[in-house]
Each structure stands twice: as C-alpha cells, then as structure tokens.
C-alpha cells in the first residue's frame, strides 16, 4: 500500500525559505508514472494546490504563488521536495504531499498526513 | 483563474437523512471534479473523481452527479462516520491546475 509522509521544519521565520520533503513508501517512486503534488490548507481553509511535477519532465504550479515555489525530486532517496521562498505569515498552513492518478494531474490520492507549518519570528 | 464555489458553507442535517451537497465552477470544466471528506484532524480523503466515479472503498451511499459548471455530491443515508467537511476540485489538462472550493461541512443536527 502507498504511503507518503512529509517532514520538515514546523517554524519558519517570515522572509526564509520554507522545505518539505515528502517520502514515499510501498512503490516505486521512478518507474511508477505518476504526477506528484503539493497541497496546503491554511488553518480553517480549504486546500490549495501549490504544484505538481512528474518523474523527469516539468513542475507545473499554481499561478497565484508567483513563481515562489520549486518542486523537485530525488529518485535514489524515493522523494519529492517543496521549497516555497519568501514566506510571510500568510503561508502558515498544514502542507500536504500527494499522489496524482496516473500520467496527468488530477484528483490526489493517497494523500500524507499533512505537516503543519507556522511563519513566524 | 477557474473558481470553485460551494454551497450551503454549514448543512445541517439528522442521522439517516440525506444530503445534498453543491458546487459550482466559474467556467466549464466538463467532467474534471474529485469530492473529498475530511474529518478534523486528518488528510482529505478521496470520495469521488471524474464527477461520477466512487474511489476504492466508498460506500454506494455516496453519489457524484452533474458536468460542464454545476456538481452536486449526494450522500443517501447519512451515518455517524459521514458529519465531517467535504471540499469538490477540478482539474484542468492545460495549462494544468488545480482549484478546490471551500467546503461545506455537514453536521449532525
């Protein structure tokens, strides 16, 4: 069975750079075909798509973080990474990883548990 | 930008009712919607995808119907495991991207 889970710092201080790792477990993260993705969901929100990148090939991201976030991959560790520059209060959110369905992106499943990160000094 | 709007925000509703969730698209996006639930504390779970479709698992109580600008999700009989806040996506093939509303939540009333 597929699972994901994110680590990374939970305090960021506003103006750094924010890191996320997610690892992936029960497949195999190269050869599998899938798009990968990230999600966050500020406190009392609903989720927002942040980016999604397939093994190899070009990350695509949600406009509205202008050009803020970098999605990447390390195959030999089986994972991917999110790093979101520039971080004000306003990215404080629980930062979820997620699989696509299949060589497109679309619905998310299975998800991670989700790692919540504040922006504050 | 394509924007996801769902309503009621709050639907309150008795054990073994049902439920009728919507959600509407600022612009066409065919059949590309997803459902999810999720309860507090936890990831959202897939319910739904292709606007019709039930994921691995869900029970037949959960129904995904509509195209074009306008969905609903309907769950048939309303069990205790089902009050939770449910959030509809749509997914566009290009550019790609994602949007989701933001939710109504279903409480026990």
């Known amino acids: 069975q597929l699972q994901l889970q994110e680590s990374g710092p939970g305090l960021v201080k506003p103006s750094e750079s924010l890191s996320l790792t997610c690892s992936v477990s029960g497949g195999s993260f190269s050869s599998s075909g899938y798009y990968w993705g990230w999600i966050r969901q500020p406190p009392g929100k609903g989720p927002e798509w942040i980016g999604s990148?397939?093994?190899?090939?070009?990350?695509y991201y949600n406009p509205t973080l202008k050009g803020r976030a970098t999605v990447s991959v390390d195959t030999s560790k089986n994972q991917f990474s999110l790093k979101l520059s520039s971080v004000t209060a306003a990215d404080t959110a629980v930062y979820y990883c997620?699989?696509?369905?299949?060589?497109?992106?679309?619905?998310?499943?299975?998800w991670g548990q989700g790692s919540l990160v504040t922006v504050s000094s | 930008e394509i924007v996801m709007t769902q309503s009621p925000a709050t639907l309150s509703v008795s054990p073994g009712e049902r439920a009728t969730l919507s959600c509407r698209a600022s612009?066409?996006?065919?059949?590309?919607l997803a459902w999810y639930q999720q309860k507090p504390g936890q990831a959202p779970r897939l319910l739904i995808y292709?606007?019709?479709t039930r994921a691995t698992g869900i029970p037949p109580r959960f129904t995904g119907s509509g195209s074009g600008t306008e969905f609903t999700l309907t769950i048939s009989s309303l069990q205790s495991e089902d009050f939770a806040v449910y959030y509809c996506q749509q997914y566009t093939s290009w550019p790609p991207a994602v949007t989701f509303g933001g939710g109504t939540k279903v409480e026990i009333k």
């Open positions: 990148m397939y093994y190899r090939e070009k990350a």
């Open positions: 292709a606007a019709s």
């Open positions: 612009q066409s996006v065919g059949g590309n």
């Open positions: 997620a699989r696509h369905a299949a060589m497109a992106i679309n619905w998310f499943d299975p």
